[in-house]
């Protein structure tokens, strides 16, 4: 099936500085990407939609301004924390689908982020 | 979206197979039942989807209801390795969105 890369896979941090996440898929063109954020024994929550060569749309309650999104070609992605702070300390996945419509949507193995 | 109701654990005796059920009264025409789990601290993996009919792939087998309103994932001889959480998604296009999902631990 299809692979989506995520890197790093784990990174801490210092309060107040910007950490930059990579979601890649590896053998097949993405124009769309997602977002999600996991809570510690929470389920997956939608943050955004990354769109090649567009702007990025966030779900309702997420900061644009914090969480900077850029789809720069049709296989990368970027996720950048910007100012973190403890709270924002979570599992980050990133998914993909392969084609369009009705298709799944293929994981990448997530990056935990701690802020300290 | 549809609302998806599922159990929030089940245990399974390994070798067995396991049933997870998933209610999904209100689906609508155009949408999919999707099923992925979730290992402990990884990425969700899919699993299996469908419309209207039975499904079977070589990790499991997606039985719904001829009124659409509930359906079940079977995992026919499950494995420690399928012990992760199982979320069952109505929706007619991506992006997925999760519930809580079904704690199944498979027991030695």
């Known amino acids: 099936g299809a692979v989506v890369s995520q890197h790093p896979s784990r990174v801490i941090c210092k309060s107040g500085t910007s950490v930059k996440i990579e979601c890649r898929s590896l053998d097949f063109q993405a124009t769309t990407m997602f977002w999600y954020r996991q809570f510690p024994k929470q389920s997956l929550m939608l943050m955004a939609t990354?769109?090649?060569?567009?702007?990025?749309?966030?779900e309702q309650g997420v900061e644009k301004d914090k969480f900077l999104i850029n789809h720069a070609s049709l296989t990368l992605s970027t996720l950048t924390v910007t100012s973190a702070h403890p709270e924002d300390s979570s599992f980050y996945i990133c998914?993909?689908?392969?084609?369009?419509?009705?298709?799944?949507?293929?994981f990448g193995p997530g990056t935990r982020l701690l802020v300290l | 979206d549809a609302k998806t109701t599922q159990p929030p654990s089940m245990d399974c005796a390994e070798g067995r197979a396991a049933n997870l059920p998933c209610n999904h009264s209100t689906i609508s025409g155009n949408e999919y039942v999707y099923w992925y789990r979730q290992i402990h601290s990884q990425g969700p993996q899919y699993i299996i989807h469908?419309?209207?009919n039975n499904e079977t792939n070589e990790m499991a087998s997606l039985i719904i209801t001829e009124d659409r309103k509930s359906s079940t994932l079977i995992l026919p001889h499950a494995t420690l390795r399928d012990t992760a959480v199982y979320y069952c998604i109505a929706r007619p296009d991506t992006p997925l969105v999760f519930g809580k999902g079904t704690r199944l631990s498979v027991i030695a």
């Open positions: 469908g419309l209207k």
């Open positions: 990354s769109n090649e060569g567009s702007k990025a749309t966030y």
């Open positions: 998914s993909a689908p392969p084609g369009s419509g009705t298709e799944t949507q293929y």
